[in-house]
């Protein structure tokens, strides 16, 4: 079984289009991520829940919102996609203890907007 | 929060020891170093993480320096596969939500020849 699985793996739409990816993780953890990898390989973290709470908002558009129903999804919705939001979003999750600091990533939703 | 600078590649051979180094001069006391690494169309890996020392695992080796101003990432004897990109984080995950704070710079990507 996958620990972290995101789907869709491969999204191509519109400008203004909305789209949605969704994240799953069978891992136990109580907190999940966004992370955006734009074409220069940047990883930047969007979001981050605890518990179904959001924690971590970094000054994404608000066009992203993310909603975790359980604290073992995360989803993404979009909404009016513009150019600049081709990228590959990444899923991770952690434990939210004392530990290693060990991120579990899915294998990334490629994004393209045309 | 501590930022970190690595290299933006590094090439090696096949069955060379490759040490990738990773200056954190505003690390802070609580910090932890943490390596990730990235195969394309793939999610982050996590390799390997230390305080203070040395930490070796079945995949790699970590210096770091008692000043812990920076560290080194060491894979013995590469091969084809290890062709990657290679991250250094610093973060406090000894405490609840420290995982949240680690950020991934742009990595080094190393590239392993025959």
């Known amino acids: 079984d996958t620990a972290v699985s995101q789907t869709p793996k491969y999204l191509v739409t519109q400008m203004g289009n909305d789209k949605s990816i969704k994240c799953e993780q069978n891992l136990g953890h109580d907190t999940m991520y966004w992370y955006k990898q734009d074409s220069k390989k940047f990883l930047k973290i969007m979001f981050s829940?605890?518990?179904?709470?959001?924690?971590i908002n970094e000054t994404v558009p608000n066009r992203f919102s993310p909603k975790s129903p359980d604290k073992a999804h995360l989803n993404l919705h979009i909404n009016s996609l513009e150019l600049g939001d081709s990228a590959v979003y990444f899923c991770?999750?952690?434990?939210?203890?004392?530990?290693?600091?060990?991120?579990?990533f899915g294998e990334g939703s490629r994004l393209t907007v045309l | 929060l501590a930022k970190t600078t690595q290299p933006i590649s590094m090439d090696s051979y096949e069955g060379q020891e490759v040490n990738i180094t990773c200056s954190h001069n505003n690390i802070a006391t609580n910090d932890y170093i943490t390596w990730y690494q990235q195969f394309p169309s793939q999610g982050p890996r996590f390799i390997i993480q230390g305080y203070k020392t040395k930490v070796t695992n079945e995949v790699a080796s970590l210096f770091i320096p008692a000043d812990r101003k920076s560290s080194t990432l060491s894979l013995p004897r590469v091969s084809l596969s290890d062709t990657a990109v290679y991250y250094c984080?610093?973060?406090?995950?000894?405490?609840?939500?420290?995982?949240?704070?680690?950020?991934f710079g742009a990595g080094t990507r190393l590239a392993v020849h025959p």
């Open positions: 984080l610093v973060g406090d995950i000894q405490k609840a939500g420290g995982y949240n704070k680690l950020i």
């Open positions: 991770a999750s952690s434990r939210d203890r004392v530990g290693t600091g060990e991120l579990f």
């Open positions: 829940y605890n518990n179904k709470e959001l924690i």
